[in-house]
C-alpha cells in the first residue's frame, strides 16, 4: 500500500475510479440520441463506461463464432434484412427499428407470429396490417421507446404465460400515459416472434 502510494506520488499521478454501467442500446443509437457517448469523464476524474445491455452476447451459441457479437438486426449485402430475437427485448427493438424506417412488410415477413400472421391473411392481409401500423405509429413507437429505455431500470414486467406466451409491459406507475398497454410474444421455431399489441 505504502509503495503504491511513493510511486503515485513520484509520478504526479491522482487515483482515479472507473464505473461500468450497462444501457438500453437505443442510448447507443444515433438515430435516437445525438453523439451517443460510451465514455465520459467527471470533475472528480471518474470514468464512466457506458456498456449496452446487449452487448457481445454468446447467448446460446457454440464453436469459433461465439466471440462475436449477437446481431438482433442484420442488413446482408444482396438487401435481405434477417431479424433475431433470442429475448423478448428483441422483439420490443426490432419492431421499433422497423416502425422508424416504416418496414411494415419487414414486420409482417419475419417479427409476426406464424398464429398472428394466418389470422391476418384470413382476413384483411398485408394491407390492414400496414394500415393499422400506419395508423398507430407514432404512438406505438413512443410506447415502445419508453419500454426499451425502462429495461436496465426493471421498469418492465416480463410475465410468463401458458402456451410459450410472454407479456411485456410497462409497470403500472408508468404505464398510465400510453395507449399502449402490453405486448405478448410467442417462443416458435427458436426465437420469439411478436404475437399481439393490446
Given at each position: 500500500m505504502v509503495l503504491i502510494f511513493m510511486i503515485v506520488a513520484l509520478l504526479g499521478c491522482k487515483p482515479y475510479r472507473i464505473e461500468r454501467h450497462r444501457r438500453s442500446p437505443i442510448f447507443f443509437n444515433p438515430n435516437f440520441v445525438e453523439n451517443p457517448q460510451r465514455e465520459v469523464t467527471l470533475e472528480d476524474g471518474t470514468v464512466l463506461i457506458f456498456d449496452s445491455v446487449l452487448a457481445k452476447s454468446s447467448n446460446r451459441r457454440r464453436g469459433g463464432g461465439k466471440s462475436t457479437p449477437f446481431k438482433i438486426r442484420e442488413e446482408l449485402e444482396g438487401g435481405e434484412i434477417i431479424l433475431r430475437a433470442l429475448l423478448p427485448q428483441h422483439v420490443l427493438l426490432n419492431l421499433l427499428v422497423c416502425l422508424r424506417n416504416e418496414e411494415y412488410e419487414l414486420v409482417y415477413d419475419k417479427l409476426l407470429a406464424g398464429q398472428t400472421r394466418e389470422t391476418y391473411e384470413a382476413g384483411?392481409?398485408?394491407?390492414?396490417?400496414?394500415?393499422?401500423?400506419?395508423?398507430?405509429?407514432?404512438?406505438?413507437?413512443?410506447?415502445?421507446?419508453?419500454?426499451?429505455?425502462?429495461?436496465?431500470?426493471?421498469?418492465?414486467?416480463?410475465?410468463?404465460?401458458?402456451?410459450?406466451v410472454t407479456r411485456c409491459r410497462l409497470r403500472p406507475q408508468f404505464s398510465s400515459q400510453f395507449k399502449f398497454k402490453s405486448l405478448d410474444v410467442y417462443w416458435e421455431n427458436g426465437q420469439y416472434k411478436l404475437l399481439m399489441i393490446r
Open positions: 384483411e392481409g398485408l394491407e390492414g396490417f400496414t394500415a393499422y401500423l400506419t395508423r398507430h405509429r407514432r404512438d406505438m413507437a413512443e410506447w415502445l421507446t419508453r419500454m426499451i429505455a425502462g429495461l436496465p431500470l426493471q421498469q418492465v414486467q416480463m410475465t410468463r404465460l401458458e402456451g410459450n
